[in-house]
C-alpha cells in the first residue's frame, strides 16, 4: 500500500537538545497530522495542518506543512524526558483516507 | 469527554482459537475505525465505517476478520481462526464528520487490544 517516508527511524537525544523530524511522500495531502504514541496508549494527537505553508505550535512543538503537500516537519524545542515515545505523521487525502509513516522512536539518552 | 474506551486490554489465545475485541467511541463520532499496529510499524487500517456503513475496508482479511458496527455506535472486531502473525495491538479510533470541511476529520484513538497467539 501506499506509505509515508519518515526519517528519522530513531533518535538518540540529551536532554535539552531541540529535535527534527519529517515525512515525506510523493503523493499531495490535503491535511497533515503528527501523533505521538507512548508505551501501551494509543496514539494521541499533538498537530493537526490544513494548508501548505501553515506553520503551528503546541508548546515546545512546531509543525509544518510543506509547500509542495508532499512533506511536513515536527521540532520539538529543549526535549525533556517526558517527550520518549514514537512520533507518528500521517497525510489525509480530500477523501479522508489517512496514510501513516512508520513513527520515529525518540529515546533520552541517560 | 469521555475517550474510546476497548477491551480487553490483553489477550493471549492458541493459533486457531477465535477473539473478539469491543469499541465504544467518543459519543456524537460517527466514524470508527479498526487498526492493526504490529511491534515497530505504523498503524494499518482494517476497517472503517461511517455510521454503520463500511466506507473502506479493502485490507481486511475477509477470510478471518470480521467487524461489525450495529446502531451506528460501538463495533466489534472478529478473528477465527487467528493466525501466529495476527499478533499485534488493535486500535480502535473515532472521529466527527462534518462533510468536507477543512480539519473535520482528525481521529481519536483508545488504548488498543494487545493480541498475543500462541
Known amino acids: 500500500g501506499q506509505q509515508l517516508n519518515q526519517s528519522p527511524q530513531s533518535m538518540f537525544i540529551q536532554e535539552g537538545e531541540d529535535v527534527s523530524m519529517n515525512c515525506t511522500s510523493s503523493?499531495?495531502?490535503?491535511?497533515w497530522l503528527w501523533y505521538k504514541q507512548e508505551p501501551g496508549e494509543g496514539p494521541v494527537l499533538l498537530i493537526a495542518l490544513y494548508k501548505a505553508g501553515e506553520l503551528t505550535s503546541n508548546g515546545r512543538l512546531t509543525a509544518q506543512f510543506g509547500i509542495t503537500r508532499k512533506d511536513s516537519f515536527l521540532n520539538i524545542s529543549a526535549s525533556i524526558p517526558s517527550d520518549v515515545g514514537i512520533y507518528f505523521c500521517a497525510g489525509q487525502y480530500s477523501n479522508y483516507q489517512l496514510i501513516w509513516g512508520a513513527g520515529t522512536k525518540l529515546i533520552i539518552k541517560p | 469527554e469521555a475517550g474510546v474506551a476497548q477491551s480487553p486490554r490483553y489477550k493471549i489465545i492458541e493459533k486457531r482459537q477465535s477473539v473478539a475485541f469491543w469499541c465504544n467511541p467518543i459519543s456524537g463520532h460517527a466514524t470508527l475505525y479498526w487498526y492493526q499496529q504490529i511491534l515497530g510499524q505504523g498503524p494499518k487500517l482494517l476497517i472503517q465505517?461511517?455510521?454503520?456503513?463500511?466506507?473502506?475496508d479493502s485490507q481486511l482479511p475477509k477470510d478471518r476478520f470480521s467487524a461489525e458496527r450495529l446502531k451506528g455506535v460501538d463495533s466489534t472486531l472478529k478473528i477465527q481462526p487467528a493466525k501466529l502473525e495476527d499478533s499485534a495491538v488493535y486500535l480502535c479510533?473515532?472521529?466527527?464528520?462534518?462533510?468536507?470541511?477543512?480539519?473535520?476529520?482528525?481521529?481519536?484513538f483508545g488504548a488498543g487490544s494487545r493480541l498475543t497467539v500462541l
Open positions: 465505517f461511517q455510521n454503520n456503513g463500511v466506507v473502506d
Open positions: 479510533a473515532s472521529s466527527p464528520f462534518r462533510g468536507p470541511i477543512s480539519g473535520a476529520n482528525v481521529l481519536t
Open positions: 503523493s499531495i495531502f490535503n491535511t
